[in-house]
């Protein structure tokens, strides 16, 4: 007769090992289990990311790019090249609109180069209002720091900052008119096709610079007459108006920016090599002198021309 224990213990050892052989079934059977919901966890987690950063990519209709001047400016270029070919009697102690100013940089550019009595930017894109606001006090602050610096020194100019060695002395401090940024920057949000705007005559300077092509996308053939018109109304009779037109094999490049801007540029008639004969012809300018026609130290595709109208 057998040992009951031995039976017990043959009994319990086969038992244990089917029991195991069973947990590790069950494991491995839980395991890939949990390794395909965690594999459709994350697909299904990349499929709304993917849907989330589709939804959020941003289509910048009006042309209204955050960071405009971080791509169309060289990065070896201190200043926008556009300053360098713009004649300072158009600006020095007048009053100017710059239409389109997107973050406000050349307008605020303007404003310290040229010295100009008042300088309105306004743009469509109350966010790019707001970076202009920005960047105006910013500007201010610095024009402060500067000052502060100047009377710290004891032997450099009142109008001269000392930077480094007494011998080194840069002319970079503000003039009194610099000092009173706030007083002749002003920035405002507005459609300016579709604004009243005020019609009288008050500005001896208008800028449209890289503007005319989203206005033309947006508005068609009519927004673009609006805005010329616009323009020639609220110059002061021997204003200036300083048009950087787009040329037409770009509105290619946006013509899909939206339904309304395919169907507009289907419908052009007005392409921009004809602006210099509507501005002057119908809209009655009296002259025209193209200022650059091709703009040296652009990134590529922004070497532009340029063109001052005089009313
Ligand atoms: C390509 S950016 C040019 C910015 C600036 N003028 C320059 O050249 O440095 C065009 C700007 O025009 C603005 N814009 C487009 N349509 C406009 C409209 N109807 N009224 C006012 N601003 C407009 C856009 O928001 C954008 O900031």
């Not at 009595?117 to 970076?131: F, N, P, Q, W």
């Not at 105006?136 to 009377?151: D, G, H, I, N, Y």
């Given at each position: 007769?057998?040992?009951?224990?031995?039976?017990?213990?043959?009994?319990?050892?086969?038992?244990?090992?089917?029991?195991?052989?069973?947990?590790?079934?069950?494991m491995?059977?839980?395991?890939?289990?949990?390794?395909?919901?965690?594999?459709?966890?994350?697909?299904?987690?990349?499929?709304?990311?993917?849907?989330?950063?589709k939804?959020?990519?941003?289509t910048?209709?009006?042309?209204?790019?955050?960071?405009?001047?971080?791509?169309?400016?060289?990065?070896?270029?201190?200043?926008?090249?556009?300053?360098?070919?713009?004649?300072?009697?158009?600006?020095?102690?007048?009053?100017?609109?710059?239409?389109?100013?997107?973050?406000?940089?050349?307008?605020?550019?303007?404003?310290?180069?040229?010295?100009?009595?008042?300088?309105?930017?306004?743009?469509?894109?109350?966010?790019?209002?707001?970076?202009?606001?920005?960047?105006?006090?910013?500007?201010?602050?610095?024009?402060?720091?500067?000052?502060?610096?100047?009377?710290?020194?004891?032997?450099?100019?009142?109008?001269n900052i000392?930077?480094?060695?007494?011998?080194?002395?840069?002319?970079?401090?503000?003039?009194?008119?610099?000092?009173?940024?706030?007083?002749?920057?002003?920035?405002?949000?507005?459609?300016?096709?579709?604004?009243?705007?005020?019609?009288?005559?008050?500005?001896?300077?208008?800028?449209?610079?890289?503007?005319?092509?989203?206005?033309?996308?947006?508005?068609?053939?009519?927004?673009?007459?609006?805005?010329?018109?616009?323009?020639?109304?609220?110059?002061?009779?021997?204003?200036?108006f300083?048009?950087?037109?787009?040329?037409?094999?770009?509105?290619?490049?946006n013509?899909?920016?939206?339904?309304?801007?395919?169907?507009?540029?289907n419908?052009?008639?007005?392409?921009?090599?004809?602006?210099?004969?509507?501005?002057?012809?119908?809209?009655?300018?009296?002259?025209?002198?193209?200022?650059?026609d091709?703009?040296?130290?652009?990134?590529?595709?922004?070497?532009?021309?340029?063109?001052a109208?005089?009313?």
């Amino acid at each position: 007769m057998s040992n009951p224990l031995t039976i017990f213990s043959l009994y319990f050892s086969s038992f244990f090992c089917r029991h195991s052989k069973k947990k590790r079934e069950i494991m491995a059977e839980a395991e890939v289990e949990t390794k395909k919901r965690k594999k459709t966890e994350t697909e299904k987690k990349t499929e709304t990311e993917t849907k989330k950063r589709k939804k959020t990519k941003e289509t910048f209709i009006y042309g209204n790019y955050k960071n405009y001047y971080g791509y169309r400016i060289d990065r070896n270029q201190e200043d926008d090249p556009r300053l360098a070919v713009f004649n300072r009697e158009w600006f020095e102690g007048k009053d100017c609109l710059d239409v389109g100013c997107n973050q406000g940089l050349i307008t605020i550019s303007i404003a310290k180069k040229f010295h100009c009595r008042s300088i309105l930017g306004v743009d469509i894109d109350a966010g790019l209002i707001d970076a202009a606001h920005w960047n105006l006090r910013k500007f201010a602050r610095m024009m402060k720091a500067s000052k502060a610096q100047v009377s710290d020194s004891t032997d450099c100019s009142a109008n001269n900052i000392c930077i480094g060695s007494s011998e080194k002395t840069y002319n970079t401090a503000c003039s009194p008119s610099e000092e009173d940024i706030f007083g002749r920057v002003s920035f405002m949000k507005e459609n300016f096709v579709a604004s009243s705007h005020g019609c009288s005559e008050k500005y001896d300077a208008i800028l449209c610079l890289s503007v005319s092509k989203w206005i033309h996308l947006n508005w068609g053939d009519d927004g673009l007459i609006t805005l010329f018109v616009k323009i020639w109304r609220l110059l002061r009779p021997g204003g200036i108006f300083v048009l950087e037109p787009q040329p037409w094999s770009s509105y290619n490049r946006n013509r899909q920016v939206s339904k309304t801007a395919t169907l507009n540029f289907n419908n052009i008639i007005l392409r921009p090599h004809v602006f210099r004969e509507i501005l002057l012809d119908k809209i009655g300018f009296r002259s025209a002198e193209i200022v650059t026609d091709s703009l040296s130290g652009t990134v590529a595709g922004f070497n532009r021309s340029i063109i001052a109208f005089t009313k």
